[in-house]
Nanobody, 124 residues
Framework: QVQLVESGGGLVQAGGSLRLSCAASPRTLTFSGYAMGWFRQAPGKEREFVAA?????LYADSVRGRFTISRDNAKNMVYLQMNSLEPEDTAVYYCAAAQSLRGSYFYTFAYDYWGQGTQVTVSS
């Protein structure tokens, strides 16, 4: 069973930056073999794709050029660097993992494991 724990959320002013982290366990996990994604869910809205890292990095149109996903396989970590934040980025951000994607990386159902989420609030 894979466990994911997000951290790094908080309150930031528009134009600011945050770096989210996601730690995967157990340490014996073959982490490099997992597709990793970040999703977000704003109040009253569906959970939506933000970014994924598989053999390459993939982004939603709304964050491309502002957000960067990366991973450190030696540490079982995945990160989301968020720059030029906008109030519209306010949401709970979730880390997701899949050993074998069950469909497109874009969809929540493709992933097997989820973290508990971390709140990001961007004030105007």
């Amino acid at each position: 069973q894979v466990q994911l724990v997000e951290s790094g959320g908080g309150l930031v002013q528009a134009g600011g930056s945050l770096r989210l982290s996601c730690a995967a366990s157990p340490r014996t996990l073959t982490f490099s073999g997992y597709a990793m994604g970040w999703f977000r869910q704003a109040p009253g809205k569906e959970r939506e794709f933000v970014a994924a890292i598989i053999s390459s990095s993939l982004y939603a149109d709304s964050v491309r050029g502002r957000f960067t996903i990366s991973r450190d396989n030696a540490k079982n970590m995945v990160y989301l660097q968020m720059n030029s934040l906008e109030p519209e980025d306010t949401a709970v951000y979730y880390c997701a993992a899949a050993q074998s994607l069950r469909g497109s990386y874009f969809y929540t159902f493709a992933y097997d494991y989820w973290g508990q989420g971390t709140q990001v609030t961007v004030s105007s």
